[in-house]
């Protein structure tokens, strides 16, 4: 069974520029998530999906962050504009009976 | 909401010995306490969990322990090996809701 797929692997931008990041949960997971993790901390959630629609986005910076689960499936986790302390690991999750299956990881370096 | 707390932030054990990794949580609703592994540069993974109907769970070499009336509950590695050096996160939730991780416990196995 393929596991959560995340793209890109690495991203370096500026300050005040824009980033966006993919996920492609496990086969059949309708719940996704997508964690925060700074370095020496755990992961903090950011937004959790049930299908295509929000569950809890009660942690997600709104002014700067967006995400979407447009079809039920992929999602793509959006920050615009990037701050110095969005530097981070960027880990999507899904899961179908509470597990939580994590991707990769995208690591995000804002300059 | 809930905090879970982590102890000890580092820990390092000779090859062959114990390790004993502690949570404590704030939530009484609380009743699934997942722990998962993170090796540098990678993706936490699951590697045992327990729910508040249970008392301990033993996985080979892994075992977890849940004390429901001090709200703690702690990870223990016996016969450790260079291979379990990585850095342990505890998490914390109730049904339905989300997971709260610690701050994780680096684990250094010295040959």
């Known amino acids: 069974e393929a596991g959560v797929a995340q793209s890109p692997r690495y991203k370096i931008i500026e300050k005040r520029q824009s980033v966006a990041f993919w996920c492609n949960p496990i086969?059949?997971?309708?719940?996704l998530y997508w964690y925060q993790q700074i370095l020496g901390q755990g992961p903090k959630l950011l937004i959790q999906f049930q299908n295509n629609g929000v569950v809890d986005d009660s942690q997600l910076p709104k002014d700067r962050f967006s995400a979407e689960r447009l079809k039920g499936v992929d999602s793509t986790l959006k920050i615009q504009p990037a701050k110095l302390e969005d530097s981070a690991v960027y880990l999507c999750a899904s899961s179908l009976s509470g597990i939580r299956d994590f991707g990769p990881g995208t690591r995000l370096l804002v300059l | 909401g809930e905090n879970v707390e982590q102890h000890p932030s580092t820990l390092s054990v000779q090859e062959g010995d114990s390790a004993v990794i502690k949570c404590t949580y704030s939530d009484s609703a609380s009743n699934y306490f997942p722990w998962y592994k993170q090796e540098l540069g990678k993706r936490p993974q699951l590697i045992i969990d327990?729910?508040?109907?249970?008392g301990e769970k033993k996985d080979q070499r892994i075992a977890v322990t849940l004390n429901k009336t001090a709200k703690h509950f702690s990870l223990h590695i016996t016969e450790t090996q260079p291979e379990d050096s990585a850095v342990y996160f505890c998490?914390?939730?109730?049904?339905?809701?989300?997971?709260?991780f610690g701050p994780g416990t680096r684990l250094s196995v010295l040959p």
């Open positions: 086969s059949g997971h309708a719940t």
């Open positions: 327990i729910r508040s109907n249970v």
């Open positions: 998490a914390a939730s109730a049904q339905g809701q989300n997971f709260v």
